[in-house]
């Protein structure tokens, strides 16, 4: 069931068990279970405290994940409710996913069908985001949340950018967690495109069939080794402008072969192996776009996608403590009338 922004009341659960059991803590501050004293469902509320506002302000990362999820709603990103100020913070109030996907790949052996359910989702929700010019920056496992349903919803849009095609236009190369960041981003690419989430987007799915991360580097140069010792080392041929980018001239292989892709990503899956090596390429301009990969053979061939509810069941969620929870929120109902306060609206995501 939808739930509609701007509602009037949202009550806080701060009982002993909940404060023993937060959702999870990110850069900039806490998110936790809460309930909506009108529908009597839940929300999860992403508590965000400003440190040095005089000097910083509100932190860029914050502002970019409320402009871009007030601009969108799909099916497969997870829905923003409503924002509100509580003293020197504020609250962001989104709809309630108990799980994520790498809870799922870590707990389940996942089938064909099953990786393909969810794998259409994560397309489908970054198809959109790519025809509205977002890069996400930031896709894995933990960012991809699952719904009580089991839909599959893209998260966390913290390092989300505006993009244009036609623009040539300078980004920072310091995104996406290691083992999902692609090779123009470890060689400190400044200018790339949203194809810097389609190699994400196909670690993903690799992670989904073998149960394992692909790349899972210890620092950035072993992230380089791993790739480069699986995938061969590139020439101007297969990769051309690499040489031009910042970090290339400071960091050298020996040159290495390919590993055969069906040794990296073992599947019984048929054309899994295939599909995956769609997202895998050096060369970013040649990487298959979420749209295209949506209408690939791969999703037309025995087995075929699951529907939701075939999936497995949501995995316990992970527990988590943290130390002096209780000085984030005060312990007690809390009710935060959120009606007087104007809707947000913004043109586009801010650009830096």
Not at 129 to 147: F, V
Request: aromatic share 10%; with cysteine; net charge negative.
């Amino acid at each position: 069931m939808k739930v509609e922004r701007n509602n009037k009341f949202l009550q806080v659960l701060l009982t002993r068990t909940l404060t023993r059991h937060p959702l999870g803590e990110g850069a900039h501050g806490i998110v936790l279970k809460a309930q909506n004293t009108q529908s009597g469902g839940y929300v999860a509320l992403k508590k965000v405290t400003l440190k040095k506002v005089n000097e910083e302000g509100i932190p860029l990362s914050v502002i970019r994940e409320i402009k871009a999820l007030q601009c969108i709603e799909h099916e497969n990103i997870v829905y923003l409710i409503d924002v509100f100020p509580q003293g020197l913070s504020f609250v962001m109030v989104f709809e309630f996913m108990p799980s994520n996907l790498w809870e799922y790949v870590d707990s389940y052996k996942l089938s064909g069908a099953e990786t393909k359910c969810l794998s259409l989702m994560l397309l489908e929700g970054l198809k959109y985001l790519h025809e509205n010019h977002i890069m996400h920056r930031d896709l894995k496992p933990a960012n991809l949340l699952i719904s009580e349903n089991r839909v599959l919803k893209i998260g966390d849009f913290g390092l989300c950018r505006l993009f244009f095609p036609d623009e040539r236009v300078s980004y920072s190369h310091q995104v996406a967690t290691r083992w999902y960041r692609s090779p123009e981003l470890l060689y400190g690419a400044r200018y790339y495109t949203e194809s810097v989430d389609l190699w994400a987007a196909g670690c993903i799915i690799a992670e989904m069939l073998k149960g394992l991360p692909i790349f899972p580097g210890e620092n950035d140069i072993d992230q380089l080794y791993k790739v480069i010792s699986s995938l061969g080392t590139p020439d101007e041929t297969i990769w051309p402008g690499r040489t031009e980018l910042p970090d290339y001239n400071k960091i050298s292989f020996v040159a290495m072969e390919a590993i055969p892709l069906d040794q990296l990503v073992p599947s019984d899956v048929p054309l899994a192996t295939a599909f995956v090596s769609k997202f895998l390429l050096y060369d970013a301009s040649k990487r298959i776009s979420a749209e295209d990969a949506l209408d690939d053979i791969f999703f037309q061939t025995e087995p075929l996608a699951c529907e939701c509810e075939h999936l497995p069941p949501l995995p316990p969620p992970k527990q988590m403590h943290f130390d002096n929870f209780d000085s984030h929120f005060q312990e007690g109902h809390h009710s935060f009338d959120t009606s007087s306060r104007p809707p947000s609206t913004v043109d586009s995501v801010t650009s830096y």
